[in-house]
């Protein structure tokens, strides 16, 4: 059996995994990056499957060098909400920022996402990679964590959680596990309106759950539409016509008719939190620390601003030659990520839940409110800014992270 040790392992390949290896290319941290897909399983194709990238977002990826604009991109500089049946709104303009961008923030293919971190990594040194399927094995020591495959043993002084929940560590690794079951599927597919309209993203809450409308490239828009897992299936049966129809009754108000849409697939909607205890020498970052509602677009964000965290953390350890999995580093990191995270959920959790009743006394009072929020700007300007994810808690602030050699890709 081949034996790799390193200081840190990366468990998860995706653009998290890859943001989290970026962030630590032009350090000395010895690193190792693990794709834990099951081998015998092709990696499937996600043309479907788009990411929205905040305005913080986009600065901490381009202080990374990642190549911004992403191909086939699309700005978002407004953000439309809506309520089905009502006939108040609230439109959410970049200009209420004032950021240089002209833009809360874009949407592009998480595939083209993936392939420009990848691109990024190029200049990386420190780090080897490879494809493992999942951990079979996993043993802590007081200095390092060892996981082991059939062919492959790694030793670690961190295990970093990238892999998006979908892996075997849960119970593998006795993970600490808060969630819950939206009873919700998630159907996802790009439709064409008849006529162009770009930068506006639509946020348009039905009794089901909302239906999201993001701008992609040539005027098309990717779709999120949340709906009861029967509803869901019988709609994904549908012909393109049919579908185009039901679609049509739901869409919000100064969305044009949509006139074609592309392939249609689905998957269900659950909240889940995981956590380790800082003695296990385990990290969590993105959908493997916290799977939310994809309403609002906040997952990668999210994730992106844990692993900024992380890694400015890291890089301490590693000036000051310190433990890389040491307990007193892993509470710190999970006690300044806390509060962004914990606010992040509930905001999405409770818009859903909210909107979600049907009650008329509350359908009543949400169509008051988004008339009284949209003749707010002070508060329309905090929502957007925390959208935009430029306005965090201050218990939140992001690190800077300190380059120490310019990348060039």
């Given at each position: 059996m081949r034996t790799q040790v390193v200081q840190i392992a990366i468990l998860g390949n995706g653009p998290i995994g890859r943001s989290l290896a970026l962030a630590l290319a032009d350090t000395p941290i010895n690193m190792i990056m693990l794709d834990t897909l099951p081998r015998q399983q092709a990696r499937p194709p996600q043309p479907d499957r788009t990411v929205a990238l905040a305005l913080g977002t986009r600065r901490l990826l381009q202080d990374l060098q990642v190549a911004l604009p992403l191909p086939d991109s699309a700005a978002i500089r407004t953000v439309q909400i809506t309520q089905q049946g009502a006939s108040g709104q609230v439109r959410l303009e970049a200009e209420l920022l004032g950021s240089p961008e002209g833009m809360l923030g874009e949407v592009a293919s998480l595939e083209h996402l993936g392939g420009a971190l990848e691109a990024a990594l190029g200049c990386c040194t420190n780090l080897v990679h490879m494809a493992t399927g999942p951990v079979q094995d996993l043993h802590w020591h007081p200095d390092r964590v060892t996981l082991k495959w059939p062919e492959l043993q790694v030793e670690a002084e961190l295990v970093v959680v990238a892999d998006g929940g979908h892996g075997n560590l849960q119970s593998l690794a006795h993970l600490q596990r808060l969630g819950w079951d939206h009873n919700r599927h998630a159907i996802v597919s790009t439709v064409t309106p008849r006529e162009k309209i770009c930068g506006i993203a639509y946020e348009h809450f039905l009794d089901s759950g909302p239906l999201a409308f993001l701008p992609v490239a040539d005027g098309q828009f990717s779709i999120v539409w949340s709906l009861r897992p029967a509803d869901a299936s019988r709609i994904m049966a549908l012909p393109e016509g049919p579908f185009l129809e039901a679609l049509n009754r739901q869409r919000p108000s100064g969305l044009p008719p949509l006139i074609a849409s592309g392939p249609r697939s689905v998957y269900p909607l659950f909240f889940q939190r995981l956590w380790a205890q800082p003695q296990q020498r385990m990290a969590l970052v993105g959908n493997a620390a916290q799977t939310i509602h994809p309403l609002a677009g906040q997952g990668y964000n999210l994730g992106l601003r844990d692993v900024i965290t992380l890694?400015?953390?890291?890089?301490?350890?590693?000036?000051?030659?310190?433990?890389?999995?040491?307990?007193?580093?892993?509470?710190?990191y999970a006690r300044i990520r806390r509060r962004d995270r914990l606010e992040t959920i509930a905001f999405t959790e409770t818009m859903n839940r909210l909107f979600a009743t049907r009650l008329l006394p509350l359908r009543l009072v949400r169509a008051a409110a988004l008339v009284a929020l949209e003749r707010l700007p002070v508060i329309k300007r905090e929502l957007a800014g925390r959208l935009a994810g430029i306005q965090l808690p201050a218990a939140s602030t992001i690190p800077d992270l300190i380059i120490t050699e310019p990348r060039h890709v």
């Open positions: 890694a400015a953390m890291l890089r301490r350890a590693a000036a000051g030659a310190e433990d890389m999995g040491n307990a007193g580093l892993l509470s710190d």
